[in-house]
């Protein structure tokens, strides 16, 4: 069955930097498109950034352009999300999802990593 297992979350100061790391397991991760995103206290999903099978599409949200970097290694079937200059706001759970072959649908996503940006 498909699994994805985020890590690498954690508590840091404002300005500091993490790497969240996302596993695959169960399907053929180099086939799908690979997507982050973050739910913060008392709101809802809200999309990072995208990243394409075949490496030729990445796109991010406005508010986390030039400070994260999603990427992934499709020999070890893990999806990354640098993350640069953090603030307080971006304090929330970050998961990892698969989208469907059509990529208009999260099929599945993991159980989430809790990063916290705090002095």
């Known amino acids: 069955q498909v699994q994805l297992v985020e890590s690498g979350g954690g508590l840091v100061q404002p300005g500091g930097s993490l790497r969240l790391s996302c596993t695959a397991s169960?399907?053929?991760?180099?086939?799908?498109?690979m997507i982050w995103v973050r739910q913060a206290p008392g709101k809802g999903l809200e999309w990072i950034s995208a990243?394409?099978?075949?490496?030729?599409?990445?796109h991010y949200a406005d508010f986390v352009k030039g400070r994260f970097t999603i990427s992934r290694d499709n020999a070890k079937s893990t999806l990354y999300l640098q993350m640069n200059s953090l603030k307080p706001d971006d304090t929330a759970v970050y998961y990892c999802a698969k989208l469907s072959p059509s990529i208009t649908e999260l099929e599945y996503w993991g159980q989430g990593a809790q990063v916290t940006v705090s002095s």
């Open positions: 169960g399907f053929t991760f180099s086939n799908y498109w």
């Open positions: 990243l394409s099978n075949g490496f030729g599409n990445i």
